[in-house]
């Protein structure tokens, strides 16, 4: 494949950013406007042709006897350590990767077309869409990363995007407050991803995925040229550990901790809330269909050393299993519509990474990890509809609170059909998407384990029933007063994705998915287990629904009953469990007060005291001996006259003696 | 010569515990002179006649003059310096007798030439003298010459910078 | 003598100071001086190209350029020059530095004459001591770049400027106090009676015993400059308080003598010493690196927090220097570089803040990035920088240095290794608490919504600084070559690497 | 009685001790000047005594009395220039009162 189309896909972003981002002051907000899109559009357009060439055309460097290949596209030395250990830039296509890069590129241009209306005559208009490009060229970067630093690199460039886009109203202290916890969070959780890559590259002596999972690929299918049985034995560290554990399971578990805070997983996840503070495209791009995922991203390119690791991919299960119903619980419970959406995005995202780390080879040739990736792509169409679809509704009535909604199913029709349509994927009811994909990871988790089963499926009920509470909230209950000003449908930038993204929506569960991605590339023919799984899962979703429907449908006093019956719980899940309030005392109360201040009081008064005491010492020595030099020279002389005689006396002695 | 001797031997000794016991500032001046002129005798003594003649010139005559001019202008005529206190002078009697002691004992046990007696010396000239003065070669004296003049030279321009009146 | 390039190091500026000397007015002065760091700037870059040129020629003597010119014979004290690709590297910053500094000095009052005489007679030390390879004469060159500092900064400084500019000269020439104790006892140590470095790490011919005592005295000694703790706190006050060019040739020249020395004197001539004193260091260079960013997190004057933040980030290169492999020193040169560009543009942004709002106290602003985009979003990219965002200097660096230091199997560096990787999320916490105050949010004071942007002499001197970090960021692998050039083998050879 | 180096010498050095005496009591700057003069005189005398009776071929103790001389003199003038003008700030010539030069 020629390098031309992958150059381009990376490269017209970055340009984006430069020209707006440099020129954007002198453009008019059209021009800038028109610039972006039609910059991420060609990109999509490259995208596709790039993921078609890797998943149809059969070349031998594609597939091989039936199975997928990665491909290496170009790899450019960019930094070199020692021996071998070479940061590289370069282009990788595999399934992930190529079905990556089509997720990207289509959400990314749904928001940038979406924007042309959300962000209409908003300062920093090209600002934001430099900085959108900045995200479409970092994102892009770190999917087809070939190595493992690279991923570090655009990781770090993802998040540096993401900071300048959640601080995007920059006037607005709570925005510059969740510009900086988002950045900070996740940095810590990049540590541990950094420690993780110098821990794993250095025994492996390589950073190169292709090196990294290639032997292990080898395991399962012999295609795989790249065996080096040097690299088997170095994955294993030669059985050195550390605290119980081998290295590589730390290394693994490490690495995990940096998806972790991208995915916004427990504990690390208080950023993702409060991130909602950017625009609403800015959060269905970035907060809901593609930085958060890269987490699980992460994982499943790595997947093939994970699963030398049992602990690591249980750590995982365990991680996403208590993240996924806690981020469900809370979002029964909130009140702005974006934090709905938030967690319920993290809840999804624990979805995927529990069906990560429940797949195994031999438990349907690794069905979790294909789920997994198959709910990444329907998650990031449905999440980015409702995120853009509630764009929409603050748009129409400039709040973020469901309490200034209800009715609007009247005055916003196309909003409401395809909010409802993302609702239902979202909730799993066939044959919208969410269904397809969600009754894989299930399938997935009991065949590992029922407990995790069932589980996933109680977890997968209330996300049926917090997604109809959002519904119900905006669009029936109650309608508020909206005053002569009634709120209505979208322009047709803002429609235009909406629909288009329903319509995805209401069809990509029909794709035949582990025809495409599978986690050795062999093909899986997905078959769903209706009896043992689908009919259930429908029937609880049913039930959620219906529950909703009679609790939020008509406004009634029902759920301010519940909520008092509740009680503690349900103020404990309004407020989030605490979490933030945790994370302030720690960081504030102990980071701050404990080791930040005394740090510096012990700089400046012990440090600098013990420094400056020295300089005051010298002084009092020389006060203390100056009156020696009195200047009186008649005192002088008896000094120099007792010298002189105690030498002579000296003299004397010694020749008397 | 014997007498001449003892003459200028006392005179020196004397006069000298005059000029540092006296009271009067004008009369310790005076008694200097004295001193220094019983030390150009005993330059003459020696032979040395050009010394002894730069000795009274320059000292006697120059340098005592200079004493008793400042001593004129600082002081009013007749009036005694504060009495020194006790304690002032027992130090002082210490720090000089243990000098003379310390002194005194090396001269005696540390010296088999003191008991030399005057040798004959070849005649030496102004001539001589002038010569030696300009000349580089062994025991030529041309350089400190040199920078005796200098430092004369920097020594009436300080006296200049130093008297003048702003 | 005039033959070699690498004199001229030297003699341009002394022709900038008579050229100053002699211009009678500002404008005359600015000229001199912006010529004279161009001309700087032009020899090193046809140096570096040389440079290059002649080691893919097949040049492998460990220093290029050699020149040697006989001081004083009865000690051997020789002016010897040569370089390698640190010392290309470090004269290319330096250069830069002072470009930029002149641009940002481009309105110093009062006094600007002896202010730039000042200037330039400290940057003949600066270059002196990165082309001289001659004990004697590099440690001349070091002394002649610390005096003028004082005055510089008791002169032109703010605040408690006395103070700073004489702890400052004091406590470095404490430092080099222990320096030259250490210099001569490697003199007479070799046995070689010789000054010339090269000579002496050829022959490693110093007693073990006097390394061990050797050793820690020229690292001390160096370490000072370096801020390593516990002898920084000069670098806080003393950054206080310089005028902007002074902090940034400073925070961005000064400071890597240390680092610089630190390698080329005492690791270079005494290896054996180094590796077993090593871990003493570490640990104290470790905490240099956690306790300046912790530091930092409180302070309320934007200088300290640079200067802390200096601590902090120079201690890195001491950490890496100590790590004794070819990765993480390659990594330590490449923080210098790194530190050395981005610290001399928050100086140099932090000046022009200053200068325009009368204020370092990140509590009396706000909202600068409206007032003063431009200003803003420079800071911001340096802030970008510091903290070690991809594609700008600091994180190669940092990287470079995390790798190579991991290189290094001993528990012991193991563990700090780790320690010093958490300065990654402290530094983010600082870096974000200084944007997050002083450029976003509402305008805290209205009086300074009247302020205007930058001009274009600041202009220049910014998008210099800017372009350098981000080339170094964009294309580490060009530089890291560069430094590689130098590693001669027979550094490691006492080592076994 | 032949008259040996000694006999000069005792004379010399009590005109010393009597100097020093002098110089360590006296608080007028001139009277110091004059013990000075006295030590100094008592120094040239040991100069030219020892080079006429153990050297009488050489000329360096006469020649340097000279120079001496000439210093002395030079010495002289000067610090009695200090010293009255001294006496024009103060009016005083008493050391204890000329600490003002002192920082």
């Known amino acids: 494949m020629e390098p031309i189309i992958p150059i381009l896909i990376l490269c017209l972003p970055l340009l984006g950013f430069l020209v707006l981002g440099l020129l954007g002051p002198k453009m008019s907000h059209k021009a800038a406007g028109w610039y972006g899109v039609l910059s991420i559009g060609t990109v999509m357009v490259l995208a596709y042709i790039t993921a078609i060439t890797y998943f149809f055309s059969g070349a031998p460097e594609f597939i091989l006897d039936g199975t997928r290949l990665q491909y290496v596209v170009f790899n450019q030395d960019w930094l070199n350590f020692y021996k071998d250990l070479t940061i590289r830039i370069g282009f990788l296509l595999d399934p992930i990767s190529a079905l990556m890069l089509v997720v990207i590129t289509t959400i990314s241009f749904c928001v940038h077309l979406y924007s042309l209306g959300y962000m209409e005559g908003e300062k920093g208009f090209q600002r934001y869409y430099a900085f959108l490009q900045l995200f479409s060229f970092s994102m892009l970067g770190l999917v087809v990363a070939t190595n493992i630093f690279q991923m570090y690199i655009f990781w770090e460039l993802v998040g540096a995007s993401s900071y300048l886009l959640i601080g995007f109203y920059y006037q607005r202290p709570s925005a510059v407050s969740a510009s900086k916890k988002a950045f900070i969070v996740t940095r810590f959780a990049d540590l541990g991803f950094l420690i993780g890559i110098l821990i794993l590259s250095y025994y492996t002596g390589t950073f190169n995925f292709t090196d990294l999972t290639g032997s292990v690929l080898a395991n399962g299918s012999s295609v795989n040229n790249l065996i080096t049985p040097g690299v088997v034995a170095s994955l294993k560290f030669g059985g050195a550990s550390f605290m119980g554990c081998s290295l590589l399971t730390w290394a693994l578990v490490l690495i995990f901790m940096g998806g972790m805070g991208k995915s916004a997983m427990l504990p690390l996840h208080i950023w993702l809330p409060d991130a909602m503070e950017g625009p609403t495209p800015v959060s269905a791009l970035i907060h809901a269909a593609t930085m958060v995922v890269a987490g699980v991203y992460l994982v499943a390119r790595l997947f093939p050393l994970y699963l030398m690791e049992e602990a690591a991919l249980l750590f995982i299960t365990v991680v996403g299993a208590i993240t996924a119903f806690y981020a469900a619980v809370v979002a029964c419970t909130q009140v702005d519509i974006k934090r709905v959406l938030a967690f319920s995005t993290i809840s999804q995202i624990a979805f995927m990474m529990v069906s990560l780390g429940v797949a195994r080879p031999e438990i349907h040739e690794g069905l979790g990890y294909m789920a997994s990736m198959f709910h990444l792509f329907t998650h990031a169409m449905f999440k980015a509809l409702l995120f853009l679809g509630a764009g929409a509704l603050i748009h129409a009535v400039h709040s973020n609170d469901y309490t200034a909604m209800g009715g609007l199913r009247k005055y916003m029709p196309i909003t409401h059909i395809t909010f409802l349509i993302g609702c239902l994927a979202i909730a799993g009811i066939p044959p919208f998407s969410g269904f397809f994909s969600k009754d894989e990871i299930l399938s997935a988790c009991y065949e590992n384990n029922f407990i995790w089963g069932a589980w996933m499926s109680m977890v997968a009920g209330l996300t049926a029933f917090y997604m109809f509470r959002l519904y119900y909230l905006i669009f029936w209950w109650d309608e508020p007063d909206y005053g002569h000003h009634k709120p209505h449908d979208a322009p047709w930038p803002m429609s235009l994705p909406l629909i288009f993204l329903a319509l995805v929506s209401c069809v990509a569960g029909f794709i035949p998915f582990g025809e495409f991605v599978t986690w050795n590339g062999e093909p899986y023919h997905i078959h769903i287990n209706w009896v043992g799984v689908a009919i259930p899962s429908i029937v609880i979703a049913v039930l959620a629904i219906a529950l909703a429907t009679f609790m939020y449908r008509k406004k009634n006093p029902l759920p301010d009953k519940v909520a008092k019956a509740t009680g503690a719980l349900w103020t404990a899940a309004h407020h989030r469990f605490y979490w933030d309030e945790i994370y302030m005392f720690i960081t504030h109360k102990i980071i701050f007060n404990l080791i930040c201040k005394p740090i510096a009081w012990f700089d400046r008064h012990i440090i600098d005291g013990t420094m400056d005491g020295l300089a005051w010492c010298a002084q009092r020595l020389s006060i203390t001996i100056r009156p020696l030099q009195s200047g009186n020279v008649q005192s002088y002389v008896y000094v120099y006259l007792f010298g002189a005689l105690l030498l002579g006396g000296v003299t004397a002695a010694v020749v008397l003696l | 010569m014997e007498i001449m001797y003892t003459i200028v031997a006392l005179a020196i000794i004397i006069f000298s515990i005059l000029t540092v016991t006296t009271r009067k500032i004008l009369r310790s001046a005076t008694y200097l002179l004295f001193t220094l002129f019983a030390a150009a005798i005993i330059y003459f003594m020696m032979d040395y006649e050009f010394l002894g003649g730069v000795q009274i010139a320059v000292y006697a005559g120059g340098i005592v003059v200079l004493f008793v001019f400042s001593i004129l202008l600082t002081t009013s005529p007749g009036s005694n310096s504060e009495k020194l206190t006790n304690r002032r002078v027992w130090w002082g009697i210490l720090a000089a007798v243990c000098t003379a002691g310390v002194t005194g004992w090396a001269l005696l046990s540390r010296c088999a030439e003191i008991f030399a007696t005057k040798p004959a010396m070849a005649d030496y000239t102004m001539q001589d003298l002038g010569e030696d003065m300009l000349s580089t070669g062994h025991g030529g004296y041309l350089l400190p010459f040199e920078a005796i003049s200098v430092l004369l030279l920097a020594c009436i321009i300080g006296a200049v910078a130093v008297a003048r009146k702003r | ?497 | 009685m032949e008259i040996k180096l000694l006999y000069y010498l005792v004379p010399s050095l009590i005109m010393f001790c009597c100097g020093l005496y002098g110089f360590l009591t006296r608080k007028n700057m001139i009277a110091m000047l004059i013990s000075l003069e006295l030590m100094l005189n008592a120094v040239d005398i040991n100069f030219t005594v020892i080079n006429r009776y153990i050297f009488p071929d050489s000329k360096e103790g006469m020649i340097f009395t000279l120079f001496a001389i000439a210093i002395a003199a030079a010495e002289t003038a000067l610090a009695i220039a200090i010293i009255i003008n001294l006496y024009r700030v103060t009016k005083k010539v008493e050391t204890d009162e000329a600490s003002q030069l002192k920082g």
Not at chain 3, 55 to 64: F, Q, S, T, V, Y
Not at chain 3, 73 to 98: C, E, F, T, Y
Not at chain 3, 388 to 396: H, Y
Request: a neutral charge.
């Open chain 3, 1 to 497: 003598m005039f033959s070699n390039p690498l004199i001229y190091f030297v003699v341009i500026p002394v022709i900038m100071l008579l050229g100053i000397y002699l211009s009678r007015n500002m404008a005359q002065i600015r000229t001199v001086a912006v010529a004279g760091s161009l001309a700087l700037l032009g020899l090193s870059a046809w140096l570096l190209v040389d440079y290059l040129g002649l080691r893919a020629a097949g040049a492998d003597a460990p220093m290029l350029y050699r020149g040697d010119w006989t001081w004083f014979s009865a000690m051997n004290i020789k002016l010897s020059v040569g370089v390698d690709g640190i010392s290309i590297a470090m004269l290319l910053l330096s250069s830069i530095i002072l470009l930029t500094g002149s641009f940002a000095s481009w309105k110093i009052n009062p006094l600007p004459k002896e202010f730039f005489l000042w200037l330039i007679l400290l940057s003949i030390g600066v270059f002196g001591f990165f082309i001289s390879i001659d004990l004697f004469t590099m440690f001349m060159f070091y002394e002649v770049a610390l005096i003028p500092m004082y005055l510089l900064i008791g002169i032109w400084g703010t605040g408690r400027k006395e103070y700073s500019a004489m702890k400052l000269t004091l406590m470095l020439m404490g430092g080099s106090a222990f320096l030259m104790l250490s210099l001569i006892g490697i003199y007479y140590n070799a046995g070689l009676h010789s000054w010339n470095l090269l000579e002496i790490a050829q022959a490693d011919s110093i007693d073990h015993t006097w390394q061990m005592f050797l050793f820690p005295m020229a690292f001390v000694g160096f370490g000072v400059l370096g801020a390593m703790f516990p002898f920084h706190t000069w670098s806080p006050d003393g950054h206080a308080c310089a005028p902007t060019a002074v902090s940034m040739l400073h925070a961005g020249v000064l400071m890597k003598l240390g680092g610089y020395g630190c390698f080329r004197v005492a690791i270079y001539l005494m290896p054996y010493a180094a590796n077993e004193l090593a871990w003493i260091f570490l640990i104290l260079t470790g905490i240099s690196v956690v306790y300046g960013a912790f530091s930092a997190c409180v302070q309320t004057d934007l200088k300290y927090i640079n200067a802390y933040s200096s601590v902090s980030h120079c201690g890195l290169v001491l950490f890496a220097i100590l790590m004794l492999n070819t990765t993480a020193m390659t990594g330590a040169i490449m923080q210098m570089l790194s530190h050395g560009l981005m610290t001399a543009l928050f100086f140099a942004l932090i000046g022009m803040i200053y200068g325009r709002t009368h204020t370092r106290d990140i509590r009396q602003m706000g909202g600068l990035m409206k007032i003063m985009p431009y200003l803003a979003v420079c800071y911001m990219i340096a802030g970008f920088a510091s903290l070690g965002l991809p594609g700008l200097s600091g994180f190669v660096a940092e990287m470079t240095i995390f790798v190579g230091s991991f290189e290094n199997t001993h528990t012991l560096n193991r563990v700090f290794t780790i320690i010093a990787c958490c300065s990654i999320v402290i530094t983010a916490v600082y870096i974000l608490r200084v944007v997050g105050k002083l450029l976003l949010g509402p305008v805290y004071d209205k009086h300074h919504e009247e302020l205007t942007d930058a001009t274009w002499w600041e202009r220049t001197s910014t998008v210099t600084l800017i372009i350098c970090v981000a080339a170094i960021g964009c294309f580490p692998n060009f530089f890291a070559n560069l430094i590689r050039t130098t590693f001669s083998p027979e550094i490691f050879k006492v080592l076994g690497m």
